[in-house]
């Protein structure tokens, strides 16, 4: 297990991308213990890194809403995927990780809740689209990449965002990745502190063009 303890959020109703972007970071910044979010999106969207150009990106994907994530990466279509992210505060062991460590260790326990999964043992060329292009400990079904994430670490700590698609997935994957991740789960719900922070984050950065279009 990576974690003792992990607590589960599953958003219930579906977000616009700015929304949910801000409630990845929100809980980044706020959370004193590891914490999983799982959510959906309420109009087909694709996230981008925070590096990426916000003019290739509308270009390459002219029907979904674009939103700039805070993490890097490249480009991910949402909308029928599997999206979670992972909050570890700053004093959490496994923030300690090295990139590739932590990348590595949560693709594992991914891995085992999806039949006939696998790790890449590679980095693939690059390419803007994220699932045109695995790279080392991305998971593959049958050599095609159905799963990636994108990583951003500071004084906050860590945030892991991914996304599952293109595969038939258990109804149940939200409860098996946490006990996949950790050996005692508790349920979470947002507190006032944390809407507060989604709410501050979205008039401030996600919904904004200035962040939008930085690049």
């Not at 049958?142 to 258990?170: C, E, M």
Request: net charge neutral; charged share 25%; proline share 7%.
């Amino acid at each position: 297990m990576i974690f003792p303890k992990l607590s589960l959020l599953i958003h219930p109703e579906p977000r616009d991308a700015a929304s949910n972007m801000a409630a990845d970071e929100a809980l980044t910044r706020i959370v004193d213990a590891p914490v999983l979010r799982v959510y959906r999106w309420s109009v087909p969207a694709v996230s981008f890194g925070y590096f990426g150009v916000y003019a290739d990106v509308v270009a390459r994907w002219p029907h979904r809403e674009p939103v700039r994530r805070w993490t890097g990466g490249g480009e991910v279509p949402h909308g029928d995927d599997f999206t979670y992210a992972i909050a570890v505060p700053r004093g959490d062991p496994f923030a300690q990780h090295s990139v590739r460590e932590s990348y590595h260790l949560i693709h594992a326990a991914l891995a085992r809740c999806i039949p006939e999964a696998r790790l890449a043992t590679a980095d693939a060329t690059q390419n803007p689209a994220c699932f045109a292009r695995p790279v080392t400990s991305d998971l593959l079904v049958d050599g095609r990449k159905i799963a990636g994430a994108a990583q951003r670490r500071g004084r906050f700590g860590l945030l892991h965002q991914g996304s599952v698609q293109g595969v038939p997935l258990p109804e149940d994957l939200a409860e098996r990745l946490a006990a996949s991740l950790a050996s005692e789960i508790t349920e979470m719900h947002y507190t006032p502190a944390i809407q507060d922070e989604i709410t501050r984050l979205v008039a401030t950065r996600y919904g904004t063009e200035q962040w939008l279009k930085r690049r």
